[in-house]
């Protein structure tokens, strides 16, 4: 998934001696952490070469990240390479022009409400979130309940409790 405007909302705050701010929300932190844990392999490509993108892949274990990337559709098919994952079982979430060609190649393709319009008219799935305001969560249930798992029984079978 693109980082600027599908995991954040696509603003950029710089700090007093220049530094760079982006803002996560949990839903979306507990979305990658549940599609992780259903054996989703999640993985970050972006076009900024911020170091924001590595504290958060770390955070989250994202073992593939691709940042200062301007050909998103050859890092996705070095990912697909890297990790096995056919480019038809994977779910590329992008939300403007130059996440198009990455769209294209990817068997599923989804977008954040408020994407670029020529994102939205070739997305197969559209969110009812923003970018940054839970659209990954939105993404992931709907790919979990693709494959008939709830977000609950995500959850439940790394911890191995009953909720």
């Not at 979306?28 to 490509?45: F, K």
């Not at 770390?58 to 070095?78: F, N, P, S, T, Y």
């Not at 979430?93 to 989804?110: K, Q, R, T």
């Not at 790919?143 to 609950?152: F, K, N, P, T, V």
Request: charged share 20%.
């Amino acid at each position: 998934m693109d980082v600027d405007g599908v995991l954040t909302d696509g603003g950029l705050w710089w700090g007093p001696n220049g530094e760079e701010w982006k803002r996560f929300v949990f839903a979306d932190i507990m979305g990658v952490s549940l599609a992780r844990r259903a054996g989703i392999i999640p993985a970050l490509i972006s076009g900024e070469n911020s170091p924001i993108v590595d504290r958060f892949a770390e955070k989250l274990l994202i073992r593939h990240v691709v940042k200062g990337c301007r050909d998103k559709a050859a890092a996705l098919r070095q990912f697909a390479a890297e990790s096995g994952v056919a480019l038809a079982e994977i779910c590329y979430v992008g939300d403007d022009i130059n996440d198009l060609p990455a769209m294209e190649i990817a068997g599923c393709s989804a977008a954040p409400a408020g994407a670029a319009a020529e994102v939205l008219a070739r997305a197969s799935l559209v969110t009812i979130a923003a970018g940054g305001n839970g659209a990954v969560r939105e993404i992931v249930n709907a790919l979990l309940a693709a494959q008939g798992i709830s977000a609950l029984e995500a959850f439940q079978r790394e911890q191995g409790i009953s909720i």
